[in-house]
């Protein structure tokens, strides 16, 4: 049976090569992909990643190649992101305790969220593409973390990149609000790796400079005592697998963090990568 994927995107911008690598390994395989953003809008590649002569700053090279630009540049034109799932539409969001009537509305929304399963059920993973448009629109999206809790609680595996890793870290259960990477071994965009200065977003004309969290500090913390992140810099690439989590540090990761979730899919992998 053909496998398939949900990619969850920014509506603020993605970074090319973190969509098209993973999104090249799956196609490899003859997979089925659905894309899905918060609102429903298409998603668009951050300009950077389109531009082979941008430098990186803590990198001081380029990380973009020609060949990853024109691949981005082609699913950008193409239709395949044109339709996405609305995930305001597709996911009900918890009432605010101070709503009337919240426990009837508490127990509405249950009811609905459990409904989601049939959807969930005709996926095999799920995938979170990085870049910075995740820190607006998917860190703290509760209907990311819930999507994220439904795909766990139906036995299925969950793989993020970069700044998409934080939403592993933020989502937890209601009850016991510990992160479900506790114990688990994730890498994620490094504290050397992030910008002193630049960080910005597609539709805001805004440099905020800096990132506003280091994530290398919040995946240290989520992971607790029993568990790690590894940020592995002065090494090429980073990408783990401590299933059911397959996490790609950046965007240099991207490809074989494709591959690594292909594996899990076909073969079973369950741990690599430290």
């Not at 082609?74 to 009432?95: A, F």
């Amino acid at each position: 049976m053909t496998k398939k994927i949900l990619i969850l995107l920014s509506e603020w911008g993605y970074w090319g090569e973190e969509l098209v690598g993973p999104l090249s390994k799956f196609d490899e395989r003859g997979y089925s992909v659905d894309f899905a953003t918060p609102t429903g809008k298409k998603p668009t590649p951050l300009p950077p990643s389109l531009q082979p002569d941008f430098i990186d700053p803590p990198l001081g090279r380029s990380v973009v190649s020609t060949e990853v630009a024109e691949m981005t540049r082609k699913v950008d034109e193409s239709d395949r992101l044109d339709h996405p799932i609305n995930m305001k539409d597709w996911l009900p969001e918890r009432p605010y305790t101070s709503d009337d009537n919240y426990l009837r509305k508490l127990e509405q929304y249950n009811d609905d969220f459990d409904k989601i399963s049939d959807d969930i059920a005709k996926y095999d993973t799920m995938l979170i593409v990085g870049g910075s448009g995740p820190i607006v629109d998917l860190a703290n999206n509760e209907r990311v973390h819930n999507l994220i809790l439904a795909f766990l609680k139906a036995g299925k595996p969950v793989a993020a990149e970069c700044y998409g890793v934080a939403c592993l870290a933020f989502a937890r259960d209601w009850e016991n609000r510990k992160s479900i990477i506790w114990g688990k071994n994730v890498t994620g965009h490094c504290k050397e790796y992030d910008y002193k200065d630049g960080t910005g977003f597609n539709g805001a004309d805004i440099n905020i400079g800096p990132p506003p969290y280091p994530l290398e500090y919040i995946l240290r913390d989520a992971t607790g005592p029993d568990g790690a992140y590894h940020g592995r810099y002065g090494h090429k690439t980073s990408v783990m697998v401590d299933y059911p989590f397959i996490t790609g540090r950046s965007t240099p990761d991207s490809f074989l963090t494709g591959q690594k979730i292909v594996e899990v899919l076909e073969d079973g992998l369950t741990r690599w990568g430290w």
